[in-house]
């Protein structure tokens, strides 16, 4: 299916408030469109489970797949607030990340993108995206890595972009790639820089980020009571905070495929 037949995008978000940001598609000064529709789900962190929010959005109509978020900066050329609009997804370990997909029935082509290195996104809507997102802030192209594990020291983050050559990495783009692939869809990824490629995460809150959920409340307690990581995370807050903004402004300023004013549907 080419790009400009996409009548319905289908929005995966790992985190509530980045789903919360792409619904702002919804208001742009009151003039929406029922040309095209964002449906959006939110998927949780983590590669299975963007696949089955990307399956699950397939099965509800979209005709296209758009991973939309937040990122870790692994370029030091970005800066917080950038939006990286990838070129490709590069697949750390793909064959272990990425879930079983449930593709059509004669797509003989699965077996080779579940064990792909890197994934294409959909060069007409990254050309569209380049043009109406320049509203919402600074835009870089390039590609974008998917890992299994957190990229949390410089050192990490500075080794990723020197093995892969991508500006940014996030934990969910390559299972939607792949879904997108599986189905023959349009495919794109848009992401803010949150954390830089010259900042470290705190290691308790690494801890808490890659706890299991069951877990996590002690982990987010503990994180909170050790001073010495207050100052590290305000510096976080405020540069998420300002991330979500400008994903805000993303949404605001038209991320359907081949859409300006989209009108959100719930999945």
Not at 72 to 90: F, H, Q, Y
Not at 141 to 147: D, E, F, H, Q, Y
Not at 185 to 213: G, I, W
Request: net charge positive.
């Amino acid at each position: 299916m080419a790009s400009g037949d996409a009548k319905v995008t289908g929005v995966v978000a790992a985190l509530r408030a980045e789903a919360r940001c792409a619904a702002a598609a919804v208001d742009r000064g009151g003039c929406v469109s029922p040309a095209a529709t964002l449906r959006i789900r939110h998927s949780g962190i983590g590669c299975a489970r963007a696949a089955r929010a990307a399956q699950e959005l397939l099965r509800a109509g979209a005709d296209a797949l758009l991973c939309f978020g937040i990122g870790g900066a692994l370029d030091v050329g970005l800066r917080a607030g950038d939006i990286v609009l990838a070129t490709e997804i590069v697949c750390d370990a793909a064959s272990v990340i990425l879930p079983p997909l449930q593709p059509p029935a004669g797509n003989s082509a699965v077996g080779r993108i579940e064990t792909a290195k890197r994934l294409p996104t959909t060069v007409e809507w990254r050309r569209q995206l380049e043009r109406s997102l320049a509203r919402a802030g600074p835009v870089k192209v390039g590609p974008v890595l998917t890992s299994q594990k957190l990229i949390c020291s410089v050192q990490d983050k500075r080794q990723r972009f020197a093995e892969t050559g991508a500006l940014l990495v996030d934990m969910e783009s390559a299972a939607v790639a792949a879904v997108a692939s599986a189905h023959g869809v349009p495919f794109m990824t848009v992401r803010v820089v949150a954390d830089t490629a010259t900042e470290e995460l705190p290691l308790a809150l690494q801890s808490a980020l890659a706890a299991s959920m069951s877990a996590r409340a002690q982990g987010v307690l503990a994180l909170l009571r050790a001073p010495r990581n207050w100052s590290a995370l305000a510096r976080l807050a405020s540069s998420y905070r300002a991330a979500q903004a400008v994903l805000i402004g993303c949404a605001r300023a038209g991320i359907a495929c081949e859409a300006q004013s989209p009108v959100v549907a719930t999945a």
